[in-house]
Every structure is written in C-alpha cells, then in structure tokens.
C-alpha cells in the first residue's frame, strides 16, 4: 500500500506533455515493425585543461520522441488537460501494480531460490502504444542488493547467480511484452507514451 500510495502521490500533480522542438536522433523499427524516434543527443566542446586539446563531448541520454510518426508523450511532463490528467495518474498506478503481481506469479519459483537481499529489475524508455500495448522497453536485467541499501544511491552489488539471473529476466522480458496498459488520453484523444517501469522485492 505504501508503494502505491507515493506512486499516487507523485501522480497527482503530474501532468503529460509532446516533446517539442527536440532534435530527433537515432531511429529504430522493433521486430513488429513499429519505427521509433529518439532524441538527439547534445555535444560540447571541451578544452583540456594546462593543453591547446579540444574534445567533443556527447552528453544527454535519448528518449523516444516519435512512435510511428506520432509524439510519444512522457507521463511526467507538464500538459495542461484538466479532464484527464487525475485520470491519467491514477490509471497508471493501477496498471503499474498490475504488472507487478504478474511478475510476482511468473517468478514465484525462482524467488524460492533467491539468497536474501533486496532485488530490482527497472525497464526504462517503456514505450506504450495508443491502444495500451508495450512496443518497445530495454533493461540491464535484475540486481541484487543489501537490504539496507536504497534505488538511486548507486549502493554496491551483491553477487547472483547467473543462471538464476539468466532465468528471470527472460521470464520477465517475455512478461513485459505481454502487458496491457490503459491508453493515455490527452485532449480525448488515444496517443503514445512512456514511462519506466521498476518492479523491486525483498527476500529474507
């Protein structure tokens, strides 16, 4: 309960957005044939410090502007929709927590072999189309942790199993692409959007 009430909590005044006058960067079509846009990523000139050197720096992470030629929407982003927004929130905490008890029943055997620690899989860039469908995700795989140690702090890893790793993340991976999320509605219409999907638990 805790878990979903900070999720509604940091919902509630969220409001959703296009990503405008961003310069689109690499592209990529999945393996249903879907044509992704990515931002382009920013460069910098750098002088070495005490030497006449310059060097170029990219810096910037790309994010998925365009599904199909359509805006990709980030759910956090600032959007003025008085009707949906409330809505929009709420249904993704649902779907949110959804997604999370599939993932608890697609492992439940390989939690039982799991050391203690506190584990986390983050799917990033989870692009989802106008009708509630995953098109498009990518993820560094589960990690485990101390208990003690927090998301977000860079605390150190504790060794898995690699078989035990190999396992869940496929489980999950093929679990992902078979969600269904509520599609997000801006101005009543259906669009595209994404949003990062962390799905964490604790083995004592």
Same mark, same amino acid.
Request: with cysteine; glycine share 4%; charged share 25%.
């Given at each position: #309960? *805790?878990?979903?009430?900070?999720?509604?909590?940091?919902?509630?005044?969220?409001?959703?957005? @296009?990503? =405008?006058?961003?310069?689109?960067?690499?592209?990529?079509?999945?393996?249903?044939?879907?044509?992704?846009? !990515?931002?382009?990523?920013?460069?910098?000139?750098?002088?070495? &410090?005490?030497?006449?050197?310059? *060097?170029?720096?990219? %810096?910037?992470?790309?994010?998925?502007?365009?599904?199909?030629?359509?805006?990709? %929407?980030?759910?956090? =982003?600032?959007?003025?929709?008085?009707?949906?927004?409330? *809505?929009?929130?709420?249904?993704?905490? &649902?779907?949110?927590?959804? @997604?999370?008890?599939? !993932?608890?029943?697609?492992?439940?055997?390989?939690?039982?072999?799991? @050391?203690?620690?506190? %584990?986390?899989?983050?799917?990033? =860039?989870?692009?989802?189309?106008?009708?509630?469908?995953?098109?498009? !995700?990518?993820?560094?795989?589960?990690? *485990?942790?101390?208990?003690? =140690?927090?998301?977000?702090?860079?605390?150190? #890893?504790? $060794?898995?199993?690699?078989?035990?790793?190999? @396992?869940?993340?496929?489980?999950?991976?093929?679990?992902?692409?078979?969600?269904?999320?509520? $599609?997000? #509605?801006?101005?009543?219409?259906?669009?595209?959007?994404?949003? %990062?999907?962390?799905?964490? !638990?604790?083995?004592?």
């Amino acid at each position: #309960m *805790r878990i979903v009430a900070l999720l509604l909590l940091s919902l509630c005044t969220i409001q959703a957005s @296009a990503t =405008d006058k961003i310069a689109n960067g690499k592209t990529i079509t999945t393996e249903k044939g879907d044509v992704i846009v !990515f931002s382009a990523t920013t460069t910098k000139e750098l002088h070495i &410090a005490n030497t006449n050197e310059q *060097r170029t720096v990219e %810096y910037g992470q790309p994010k998925p502007i365009l599904l199909n030629g359509k805006e990709i %929407y980030y759910i956090k =982003d600032r959007k003025t929709d008085t009707v949906n927004n409330f *809505r929009n929130g709420q249904i993704w905490v &649902a779907d949110h927590v959804n @997604a999370c008890n599939v !993932f608890d029943k697609e492992i439940k055997k390989e939690k039982k072999q799991l @050391a203690t620690g506190s %584990y986390e899989i983050v799917f990033k =860039d989870v692009v989802i189309n106008e009708q509630g469908k995953i098109v498009y !995700f990518r993820t560094e795989g589960i990690v *485990r942790r101390k208990h003690i =140690d927090r998301q977000h702090v860079k605390p150190a #890893m504790l $060794p898995l199993s690699d078989n035990i790793a190999k @396992a869940i993340n496929n489980k999950l991976t093929h679990s992902i692409g078979k969600l269904e999320y509520t $599609p997000l #509605m801006i101005a009543g219409n259906a669009t595209p959007y994404y949003n %990062y999907l962390t799905y964490s !638990f604790d083995i004592d």
